[in-house]
């Protein structure tokens, strides 16, 4: 019962359920690369109450993923908010844990619609109003879903579903940082808002930091 085998079995399994925070960390740079505009139709000219604002400038999403495929669920139960305000998508690119939700709530004081066509998640929120809850959207399948409103074509935001929960958005200077990461062998992997995807391998090691320039 109190052979070393066994307790380091399970050590092993209290670091990938997240209880315990000692690990290793994983910090670095990278030039974010900017969001394509939302493909419009001929002809498209917004009619809006209010001005158009500018839309923000979109973070890369940087995460790990372990080698051995060993995810810890702890982030599949989040709620992500993502706002519809200005006739923007607020933030324009975001991440979650596959299991996780989304809302859309309307900061506008005109409808909105939400939906997406992506073979990841397919959704219709039909249109509301200020003040009308936004249903819940379940991302249960790893991918990019690329989202719009049916009303404002100019309107677009994406989010990456992860089966891993160690993600997190750089700053606009490019930094990241990732940390409480179990030791172990990890592909390090940055979602551009252009869509391209940059990754290396990195070794996590206990009580140290890895620095990774991704900028190339």
């Known amino acids: 019962m109190n052979s070393p085998r066994l307790f380091c079995t399970l050590m092993s399994w209290l670091c990938l359920s997240g209880t315990v925070l000692a690990g290793g960390s994983v910090q670095g740079t990278l030039t974010v690369e900017a969001m394509k505009p939302a493909p419009l139709k001929p002809g498209y000219n917004v009619q809006t109450k209010k001005p158009v604002q500018k839309p923000e400038a979109a973070p890369a999403i940087v995460y790990l993923e372990r080698v051995d ?3 810890p669920r702890t982030r599949a139960g989040e709620t992500l908010r993502i706002h519809q305000d200005g ?5 324009a690119i975001a991440a979650v844990q596959a299991g996780a939700r989304v809302t859309f709530p309307n900061m506008d004081d005109e409808f909105h619609n939400v939906f997406s066509y ?9 249109r ?9 959207v379940l991302f249960d399948k790893p991918g990019v879903v690329k989202i719009y409103c049916e009303i404002h074509q100019h309107m677009r935001c994406f989010v990456l ?3 891993t929960p160690w993600f997190v958005t750089t700053d606009m200077s490019g930094r990241f940082s990732l940390k409480n990461i179990p030791p172990g062998e990890y592909t ?3 979602f551009q808002p ?16 890895t620095t990774i320039n991704l900028s190339r």
């Open 69 to 71: 495929g060993a995810h």
């Open 87 to 91: 006739y923007q998508f607020r933030p």
């Open 118 to 126: 992506s073979k990841t998640k397919r959704f219709d929120l039909g």
């Open 128 to 136: 509301f109003r200020k003040d009308e809850a936004s249903p819940e």
């Open 161 to 163: 579903v992860l089966d």
């Open 188 to 190: 390090l992997r940055a």
């Open 194 to 209: 252009s869509e391209k995807l940059l990754e290396q391998r990195v070794t996590v090691t206990d009580g140290q930091t």
